[in-house]
């Protein structure tokens, strides 16, 4: 795998502060003010929903690249006192990959965070239910990383970062081992054996090495990819067009994992 390439920093820290009069008024956008010298993803704007518990924050990408993932540090505080704080990463990868399978287009970023486009996003504050709030309520938000679509990578996180790129590698790994296990089984004639055969080595690798066995972030799969595949087989086992239904899951499968290691590929991180 080629290292991912860094570029510097370029002033992620554009930060949202919207006042609302207090948790028990109807919630409105709050426009954040502008930072003249911001450049890469900006805050537009972010207000707090007390019905829904969740801060509401639009992200405008000022570049000429898509931006692929992000990360936000959000603080809400009322009365000048912090009442939440929250990390939050958000992957668009899959959203790309869905966009360009559907559209048939290759060099589509649709998903993702496109030049010129504005973001908007739905995060749970995690504000306790108990809490008790004087005076008004501020939301702030620092953009701590983004991921890019020429590869890379800028923020003031690195840990958040690292975190994104060892979970698309796990993807990747998760769907090597899918394909792998298919491939294992295909000399087998009878097509209930076959699928059977499959679930049963899914199965170990669903069920891992155990606990207390920590894994190092190069081993680690994405579990929801091996999940998704013991459900989608479980459905195909049972039914009647099983031997046909089997042959399309396998050649999508290898399809849609093409279509990830081609992007991953494009951006120097697979």
């Excluded at 690249?65 to 000048?80: K, N, P, Q, R």
């Excluded at 097509?191 to 680690?220: C, M, W, Y």
Aim: charged share 20%; proline share 5%; glycine share 10%.
């Amino acid at each position: 795998m080629s290292p991912t390439p860094f570029r510097r920093f370029r002033s992620l820290l554009a930060g949202a502060v919207v006042a609302l009069a207090a948790l028990n008024c109807h919630a409105l956008p709050g426009q954040s003010a502008a930072d003249e010298g911001a450049t890469g993803l900006s805050v537009r704007s972010a207000f707090y929903n007390p019905a829904a518990n969740a801060v509401v924050v639009e992200l405008a990408n000022d570049t000429a690249e898509a931006a692929t993932a992000y990360g936000l540090d959000i603080t809400v505080s009322a009365g000048g006192k912090t009442i939440a704080q929250t990390g939050y990463g958000a992957d668009l990868l899959n959203l790309i990959l869905n966009g360009r399978s559907k559209k048939g287009a290759a060099d589509s970023w649709d998903g993702g965070i496109r030049p010129g486009d504005v973001h908007t996003d739905t995060i749970p504050s995690n504000v306790p239910a108990e809490t008790e709030v004087t005076g008004p309520v501020e939301v702030h938000v620092d953009i701590v990383a983004a991921l890019w679509s020429d590869g890379t990578i800028e923020g003031t996180n690195q840990f958040m970062m690292r975190q994104m790129q060892d979970g698309r590698q796990a993807t990747l790994r998760a769907e090597e081992k899918v394909l792998s296990i298919l491939d294992a089984h295909n000399a087998e004639p009878e097509i209930q054996g076959r699928i059977g055969g499959v679930l049963n080595d899914l199965a170990l690798l669903v069920k891992g090495p155990g606990p207390g066995v920590e894994i190092p972030p190069s081993e680690l799969l994405n579990s929801a990819v091996l999940d998704d595949a013991v459900t989608n087989l479980t459905k195909i086992r049972s039914s009647e067009k099983a031997e046909a239904l089997f042959a399309a899951y396998t050649a999508d499968f290898r399809a849609a994992h093409g279509r990830r290691v081609a992007l991953m590929q494009s951006m120097g991180q697979a």
